[in-house]
């Protein structure tokens, strides 16, 4: 399989208040092929988010490399940031928070097409298309966040996400603040995106009955490290690691 993100030895550590050094996480190293959807697992304050916020350059990364299509992007600054932003794009647990409050859902989506030299209608014309695309009506276009449920506020994120044609979604805990139908809604809804539009996925959850449902392979964390790492068949079927097997058990 051809590798889409590859993550080496990468590494975090943060400073406390107490002056000494937290490792939030620690040499973490693996790869993510084209058209793959890979799960990250692990307890709160695992390093999961961490993690993703180093590989979308949200967070500066202490040592380590991140290659995404090859390109070594791990100090990637300015231009350089806009383009690797144009192949991968992170999906955030509270949608609402990721939108501004004071702007309607349609500039939200509209604006990244905008800042890529799209002329005002068109970019609002592909707004339109695109919430189609996410299961939303045009009427959409002109809400608030506040005025939209967190499942269609979810699927507006997915769409703004979607508008610059990203090869890598990063989904940080996308579905956890939603109800069960509606997550099984947005999962269908990614599985179908990934279809049309061949794309890969990181997905971050601690719900393991939605990764098996939806991922391909998964990473298990614990403490900032890789504990275990198999496709989602091998690793529920069959854990190795006593912290996956508790992870097992605690959801059983
Ligand atoms: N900016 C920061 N400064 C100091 N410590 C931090 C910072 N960000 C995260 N941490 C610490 O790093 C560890 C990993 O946090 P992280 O948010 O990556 O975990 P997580 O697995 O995503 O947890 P959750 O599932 O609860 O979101 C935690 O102990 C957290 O307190």
Redesign the pocket.
């Known amino acids: 399989m051809r590798t889409l993100l590859r993550v080496e030895h990468l590494t975090k550590d943060?400073s406390?208040h107490g002056g000494e050094t937290?490792r939030?996480v620690d040499d973490v190293s693996f790869s993510l092929g084209f058209h793959e959807k890979m799960a990250v697992i692990?307890e709160?304050?695992?390093?999961?988010?961490?993690?993703a916020r180093m590989i979308t350059r949200l967070t500066e990364a202490t040592s380590g490399q991140i290659f995404l299509e090859e390109e070594n992007i791990t100090r990637a600054k300015g231009h350089n940031l806009r383009n690797i932003y144009q192949k991968m794009q992170m999906v955030f647990q509270m949608p609402v928070d990721s939108f501004d409050s004071r702007r309607r859902l349609g500039d939200g989506i509209a604006e990244s097409l905008i800042n890529r030299g799209m002329k005002k209608a068109e970019a609002w014309e592909e707004a339109e298309r695109l919430l189609g695309e996410c299961g939303l009506g045009k009427e959409f276009l002109t809400r608030y966040p506040h005025e939209v449920s967190g499942g269609q506020c979810q699927r507006a994120a997915i769409a703004r996400a979607l508008a610059i044609q990203p090869k890598l979604l990063i989904l940080d805990?996308a579905t956890s603040a939603l109800d069960m139908t509606v997550q099984k809604e947005i999962l269908g809804l990614l599985d179908s995106l990934q279809e049309d539009r061949d794309m890969s996925y990181l997905f971050i959850c601690?719900d393991l009955a939605l990764v098996q449902a939806f991922c391909d392979r998964m990473i298990v964390?614990q403490k900032g490290k890789i504990v275990e790492e198999g496709t989602t068949d091998q690793v529920i079927r069959h854990p190795k690691h006593a912290y996956t097997k508790m992870l097992m058990d605690s959801v059983l």
């Open positions: 943060f406390t937290y939030a692990g709160s304050g695992s390093g999961k988010t961490t993690l805990e601690h964390m």
